[in-house]
């Protein structure tokens, strides 16, 4: 134990990430906005880190909290800006909210919030979507919110609907600039409602394991990279696995200071990590 607090001692005295003796990587999960992408460009050296986890056979997934797509329209997407990303190795809020689902209540049924990827994620676990006494109610990313709809959602919880969301971003991007996101929405709901949400993606921990189930990966050897202390490196690391921050995305290092975790490290971007693999 004395060996680990000294090493912990010496990283924070030395104002770098915090490192303690882990296994070798065998397994990676890497999320896909900030990391791989940005502003719908790739980010210099992402498809060659691609291209190198394809070629060495380590599991990997790239995760995303964005409910609305379907893993074949983002591996299309992804194709399209030069990367080489099987169907099966991208996994969303969505199809971790399904999967959650499933697990707590088999053949069940739920009022769906959401497009395509939410919808499709249901379906292929067996839910029924109904608006019929529903066990749950999903709330997902959706690019048009309809009063309608949530006015049915609030009605539908206050009659004893389970309240799920699959993830708590407030935000999201676009061209104009940002856009609620389902987190807002949630937030509305709970409001009208006084019943929160469970959210399933990211920083929920649920969400790493699920993706490690996914792949049979364990979290003494598996990696978490991404852009944002408070989503990407929270959940890896109260998931237990080793955190990697790159400068790629959203956060800054004058940023990472302000929160009270760290990073096991950080990099400049995914480029840097091509040679470990």
């Known amino acids: 134990m004395g060996h680990v ?32 992408v940005h502003e ?12 190198r986890l394809r070629s060495s056979g380590k599991p990997f997934l790239v995760l995303t909290n964005n409910s609305i797509y379907t893993p074949r329209d983002l591996q299309a997407r992804l194709t399209r800006m ?9 996994w969303t809020a969505a199809l971790a909210t399904a999967q959650f689902l499933v697990d707590q209540r088999p053949g069940g049924t739920a009022y769906a919030i959401g497009e395509a990827g939410l919808t499709t994620a249901l379906h292929a676990v067996g839910y029924v979507l109904s608006d019929f006494a529903p066990d749950y109610v999903v709330l997902g990313e959706t690019r048009t919110y309809s009063f ?5 959602a609030v009605r539908l919880i206050n009659d004893g609907a389970r309240f799920i969301c ?17 987190g807002s929405v949630a937030a509305m ?7 929160d949400p469970y959210f399933v993606g990211k920083p929920n921990p649920m969400m790493m394991r699920s993706a490690l189930n996914t792949i049979d990966g364990h979290s003494e050897s598996t990696a978490m990279i991404g852009d944002r202390m408070d989503t990407d490196i929270l959940c890896g690391l109260e998931a237990g696995l080793e955190t990697i921050l790159v400068m790629s995305g959203i956060s800054t290092r004058a940023e990472t200071e302000r929160y009270p ?6 990099v400049d ?8 693999i």
């Open 148 to 152: 309608e709809a949530i006015t049915k």
């Open 82 to 90: 030069g990367f080489d990303v099987p169907e099966h190795s991208i």
């Open 5 to 36: 607090f000294l090493g912990l001692l010496s990283a924070t005295a030395q104002g770098g990430s915090v490192t303690t003796d882990r296994k070798p990587i065998e397994s990676w999960l890497t999320d896909m906005d900030g990391v791989l």
């Open 261 to 266: 975790y760290r990073p096991s490290r950080i």
């Open 166 to 182: 699959t993830n708590p971003d407030p935000t999201g991007p676009s061209v104009e600039g940002a856009l609620p996101a389902a």
């Open 40 to 51: 719908g460009q790739p980010i210099p050296g992402a498809p060659e880190f691609i291209s």
């Open 269 to 276: 971007s995914v480029a840097d990590l091509i040679d470990e």
């Open 189 to 195: 709901i709970s409001k009208a409602t006084g019943v």
